[in-house]
């Protein structure tokens, strides 16, 4: 086990301090070797809980070249209706997108 307090003269290094966590999942600590002109060392501790629910998460992914490819089939300049206009883009959107389960967070 690595020191956290240095010794001064005839003393030794000890390992002095302690933590105590409950109602916790996670708990960790790491020596920094921190002094800022003291005897005692910077520790950093890291508290925490498991998450409840699973971390997948679903995501939409677009593939633009191919909202390009259904886009540029049709194209309609001027364009004189704005809202079917947006509706088709919203339309192209939706046929270049995929839906996949995310577990890399």
């Given at each position: 086990m690595l020191h956290t307090r240095i010794g001064q003269g005839v003393c030794r290094d000890t390992t002095s301090d302690l933590s105590m966590c409950v109602n916790t999942d996670v708990v960790s600590w790491e020596n920094t070797f921190e002094e800022l002109g003291r005897d005692y060392q910077?520790?950093?501790?890291?508290?925490?809980?498991?998450?409840?629910?699973?971390?997948?998460?679903?995501?939409r992914i677009v593939d633009w070249d191919r909202f390009r490819k259904n886009g540029d089939n049709e194209k309609e300049y001027p364009i004189k209706d704005n809202g079917s206009w947006c509706k088709k883009i919203l339309s192209d959107v939706q046929k270049a997108t995929k839906e996949i389960e995310w577990t890399d967070w």
């Open positions: 910077i520790l950093n501790l890291v508290v925490g809980k498991k998450a409840e629910q699973s971390a997948n998460r679903k995501v």
